[in-house]
């Protein structure tokens, strides 16, 4: 069964930088379009940042500049790399794959404190 993996590198300090990675299982990968999405407490999830099989990325407003989102294919991986890291980015982050039904990972609960 597809299964995605969320883990964290570094630890969670106003400005950053923290990655998240999120490994995916029983996928092509490669042929995969994957996305991170947040939701904050009391807020609808949202979408963060998504990149294409061919690695073409969109990222929403509040993200832009701060955020990259990359694949290693060959590791089955998709990575947020988060810079400048503001209290608002305060969310669970969720790794989302989308193959005829969304697929999501655990959520990775990051805490930016003012």
């Known amino acids: 069964h597809v299964e995605l993996v969320e883990s964290v590198v570094g630890s969670v300090q106003p400005g950053g930088p923290v990655r998240l990675s999120c490994a995916a299982s029983s996928i092509i990968f490669s042929a995969t379009a994957m996305n991170w999405y947040r939701q904050a407490p009391g807020k609808q999830r949202e979408l963060v940042a998504g990149?294409?099989?061919?690695?073409?990325?969109n990222y929403a407003d509040s993200v832009k500049g701060r955020f990259t989102i990359s694949r290693d294919n060959a590791k089955n991986t998709v990575y947020l790399q988060m810079n400048n890291l503001k209290p608002e980015d305060t969310a669970v982050y969720y790794c989302?794959?989308?193959?005829?039904?969304?697929?999501w990972g655990q959520g990775t609960k990051v805490t930016v404190s003012s």
């Open positions: 990149i294409s099989s061919g690695g073409n990325t």
């Open positions: 989302n794959a989308y193959i005829f039904r969304n697929f």
